[in-house]
């Protein structure tokens, strides 16, 4: 029994080390790529299903540094929001993403509503406001351009300071949106706490879609809460047509996914803007 508790103890020892060398080794990258400028933004349409047109965008990071490239950018985020790099990951992404919408309402391009990721470590402080206020000022944008998106997860550690934080953002023209909505705990509580602005159902529930009937039901569930409520309803992941469809027929009304469209870097995004602005 003892050699057989010291062998697990032995490879859980050694997984342990490999997790810190990873870990050790994304941190090193995450330097080296702010460094040598070596982050850049795709942009997601999410589109309104009942005009056709790009309602919204999300925006996502992406790396180019040969190290990683190889890494999920998820991944990438927890390793930043452990290291307290993210602080400077979303400088980087919000000083970008104004930058490049306000380039695009100087060549006066129809612009959608832009949804930035926000991590849970941002919200532990009423510093962002302040940061976002000043950023957006020198940008010359409107807040209400703007929506920021946050995981329920991300609520959970002290879901007073949080929620104050999103009113005052909401208050000051922002909107407000829950990411991965259905994943966490306790959703319904976090959903009359915040009164987001948008809800975006995760896309674990639509993979399944078609052939899960308890699925179809909580998605369609979702949609009527939603509308109750006044937020508007993103379903994520949407990868067929057969989904696209189902989601149609349950009248869910914006989609985000690989079948409408791959995040996009920003220059190609500019021109399915101008395609539709013409
Ligand atoms: P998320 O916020 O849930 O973002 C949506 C993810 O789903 C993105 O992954 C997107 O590329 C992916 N996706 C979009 N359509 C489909 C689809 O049809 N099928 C599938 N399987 N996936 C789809 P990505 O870009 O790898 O980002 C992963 C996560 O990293 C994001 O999840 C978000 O939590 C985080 N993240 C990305 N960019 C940022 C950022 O700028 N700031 C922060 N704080 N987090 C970010
Ligand atoms: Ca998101
Ligand atoms: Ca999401
Ligand atoms: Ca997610």
């Known amino acids: 029994l003892e050699t057989g508790g010291n062998k697990a103890f032995r490879m859980f020892a050694a997984d342990m080390t490999d997790a810190n060398q990873d870990q050790l080794l994304i941190e090193k990258g995450i330097r080296d790529a702010i460094e040598r400028n070596e982050f850049s933004l795709h942009f997601q349409p999410i589109v309104d299903l009942v005009t056709g047109e790009v309602a919204c965008a999300e925006v996502l990071l992406r790396s180019s540094n040969a190290y990683l490239q190889g890494i999920s950018i998820g991944v990438v985020i927890q390793v930043a929001e452990k290291t307290g790099l993210i602080h400077e990951l979303s400088s980087y992404v919000f000083k970008t993403t104004f930058s490049i919408i306000n380039g695009w309402k100087n060549s006066g391009l129809h612009l959608p509503l832009i949804s930035i990721n926000l991590s849970a470590e941002q ?3 009423e510093d962002v406001v302040i940061d976002l206020l000043d950023l957006v000022e020198a940008h010359q944008i409107d807040a209400a351009m703007i929506q920021f ?9 002290d879901i007073e300071r949080t929620s104050d934080i999103l009113r005052t953002l909401q208050n000051y023209g922002f909107h407000i949106a829950l990411d991965d909505f259905g994943t966490g705990q ?38 009527e809460l939603s509308r109750k409520i006044g937020a508007k309803v993103v379903a ?6 057969e989904q696209l469809t189902m989601l149609m027929e349950i009248g869910c009304p914006y989609v985000q996914g690989y079948w409408l469209s791959r995040p996009l870097p920003a220059q190609v995004f500019e021109d399915w803007l101008l395609l539709f602005s013409a």
């Open 123 to 125: 919200l532990k402080s």
């Open 149 to 157: 998106e946050m995981t329920e997860t991300a609520m959970v550690t």
């Open 186 to 223: 306790s959703s319904l509580s976090h959903l009359l706490n915040i009164n987001p602005d948008t809800i975006k159902i995760d896309r674990s529930f639509i993979h399944s879609l078609t052939t899960n009937r308890t699925n179809q039901l909580l998605v369609s569930t979702i949609n």
């Open 236 to 241: 994520e992941g949407v990868e067929t047509q």
